[in-house]
């Protein structure tokens, strides 16, 4: 069972980036799945969070508007579009699957399996 993060990196306030996350070993459709973030010195966030199942998602305040979460059945894979982004963004960004009992959940510790983390740097 693995997860893969990519596309993170340096981008300018008001940009956009896209993370991507891969799985394998499990079937991520099977799964609720979010992003989370952790900066320096701070408790690891949940961003944004889905399941196929009822195709239900849920954001946390401070990226509504701007983040948006999908999923790719096909290539197994997740998603999160980060457009006008802000230098508080920044953090290392980390893709989760869990089990149903996740559902519209934002905590870390209703999640199972967890990527090795992309950073995202917003500065200009």
């Known amino acids: 069972v693995q997860l893969v993060e990519s596309g993170g990196g340096l981008v300018q306030p008001g940009g956009s980036l896209r993370l991507s996350c891969a799985a394998s070993g499990f079937t991520l459709d099977d799964y609720v799945v979010a992003w989370f973030r952790q900066a320096p010195g701070k408790e690891r966030e949940g961003v944004a969070t889905t399941s196929n199942s009822d195709g239900s998602t849920r954001y946390t305040d401070s990226v509504k508007g701007r983040f948006t979460i999908h999923t790719d059945n096909a290539q197994n894979a997740v998603y999160l579009q980060m457009n006008n982004l802000r230098p508080e963004d920044t953090a290392v960004y980390y893709c989760?699957?869990?089990?149903?009992?996740?559902?519209?959940?934002?905590?870390?510790?209703?999640?199972?399996?967890w990527g090795q983390g992309t950073q995202v740097t917003v500065s200009s």
């Open positions: 989760t699957a869990g089990n149903s009992l996740a559902m519209g959940e934002l905590a870390p510790d209703h999640y199972s399996y």
